[in-house]
């Protein structure tokens, strides 16, 4: 499936479904991923998945995983109601959702945004990603657990604060990293591969997630 990650065809009046927002804690994010300290965002260790056989005989011991990762600063933006990233790792540019419907969203709006609509989810079977706030402030993100049937009811959002970042595990599902600010840079680290699995929610559910803000 081709993804235009920069002008998603998205329905409109399309409905929404809310994404219940908890705390991050070591405990809620059991099977998601972990915090992460100041102390050991940049030598922190990524999991790293092994190239799949494709027959019955073994990928050779110390062999297809040696790609390693990639790190660079991504950058989560607002322009008006467009929620916007650049992931200066892999070169990659997305536009994520908005703060309000689609076509009701304007460029050039001041209002401070109360929640983001999503329209695409992903995980990496290459191995885990970590997002670390450079400038240590909290932030929101819309994981689920790992399983091609996720669905827009199995996400919940997690809020992270104390200056911690958040490393999250190899196919567990996620998008957008969202600062409370207008503008956030992270230290982004993850499989160099860069594999991606994806959901198209409006194409799929025919919906948007709504992620809280506050």
Known sequence: MKIDYKNPQVPHGIDTVKVPLVQATETSLKGFGRLVSKDEYR????????WPASGWRKIDEGTGDEAGTVSGDFEFYWEGDFFRGKNHAVGSEYLFGWSKLPEMADPGSTEKPTEVLL???????????????LDGKPFITAL???GDGARPEDFVAFKVTGGRGLYIHPNVWHEAIVPLERKAIFYDEQGAIHARVSIHFPDEFGVLLSIPLE
């Open 119 to 133: 329209w695409h989810a992903n995980y990496h079977p290459d191995g885990g990603q970590l997002f670390f706030p």
């Open 144 to 146: 689920a657990l790992p």
């Open 43 to 50: 030598h922190f260790p990524i999991e790293i998945v092994r």
